[in-house]
């Protein structure tokens, strides 16, 4: 396997791990209802970041539809958990998807 894909499926893992825990972390903050839709993109995020190291690690010939698809989920988790950065779990989860965006960037050009 290419240096280049072992790096950006870490990268996926990684935001992956984070995107789960940064769910399950704002269902235990006092105002549930206003962490909703970083829950929801976490969940989605985190699904979506798997499912994209799983194609590029098989070398699948979608692996680039599935990254464009990453990327774009990525930077809206990243901007929603932005919001929250005073949450750590959030500030983490933001920062890892932003890294992740930019690896799919990078690996579609």
């Known amino acids: 396997m290419k240096n280049q894909n072992k790096q950006l499926i ?3 893992t990684e935001c992956a791990a984070l995107c ?12 549930v ?10 969940m989605d995020c985190a ?13 699948s010939e979608h692996a680039k539809h599935v990254m464009k698809e990453c990327l774009e989920v990525c930077v809206k988790c990243a ?18 998807c932003r890294r992740c965006a930019e ?3 990078t690996m579609l050009q």
Do not use: P, W
């Open 79 to 96: 901007e929603e958990c932005g919001k929250h950065a005073d949450m750590e779990h959030c500030k983490e989860c933001a920062e890892a």
């Open 47 to 59: 699904q979506l970041c798997e499912l994209t190291a799983a194609f590029v690690s098989r070398g």
């Open 20 to 31: 789960n825990y940064c769910s399950t972390a704002c269902l235990d903050e006092k105002n």
């Open 33 to 42: 209802s206003m962490m909703a839709r970083c829950i929801k993109l976490d």
């Open 10 to 12: 870490a990268i996926l």
């Open 103 to 105: 690896a799919c960037r």
